[in-house]
């Protein structure tokens, strides 16, 4: 009787752990998002390869200081990416894990993979096969910004969404 509960107990707790995962409300239908989800409904080219596309323009998440948890503002940013990769099966992206220059080598490695690993699984989540997904983490040896300032600090906290050819 008691593993029973204990079963519902965990099946419900992982329901409601997956619905606060989403992004959108619970309460709308997914097609309603906005420009981000791009499209033949928004008369957006969406092809990785083609500067004037959004998978062109917007192909990195950034994230916070000592933090692997995807923002808010950038979700719709990896479901754009992860709507391409299931429309497309045969491509594969490499995720490319970064820090700032702060902390030490090992340490800044691990939270870059840790970086690029959330969103692999979210885009995992999202219904992309995980065989089209490579995450990897360069740590702070690629930095966007090469200054000290805080702002420079926040460009390199990030994953880049690198479409292979």
Request: overall charge neutral; hydrophobic content about 35%; glycine content about 8%.
């Amino acid at each position: 009787m008691s593993s029973r509960i204990t079963r519902t107990l965990t099946i419900a707790a992982f329901a409601v752990s997956l619905a606060a995962c989403s992004s959108v409300p619970l309460d709308q239908q997914a097609g309603s998002g906005g420009a981000t989800s791009g499209g033949a409904s928004t008369g957006q080219v969406m092809d990785p390869f083609n500067p004037q596309s959004p998978l062109a323009q917007q192909r990195s998440v950034y994230f916070d200081f000592d933090s692997y948890v995807i923002p808010e503002q950038y979700r719709g940013v990896v479901e754009m990416h992860a709507k391409y990769l299931n429309n497309h099966q045969s491509q594969k992206v490499r995720i490319e894990g970064n820090t700032d220059a702060r902390g030490g080598t090992e340490y800044n490695l691990a939270l870059g993979q840790r970086r690029s690993d959330a969103v692999a699984r979210m885009m995992t989540l999202l219904g992309v096969n995980s065989n089209q997904i490579e995450a990897i983490s360069f740590g702070k040896e690629r930095p966007k910004a090469l200054g000290n300032t805080e702002a420079d600090y926040a460009e390199n906290r990030r994953a880049d969404i690198d479409y292979q050819r």
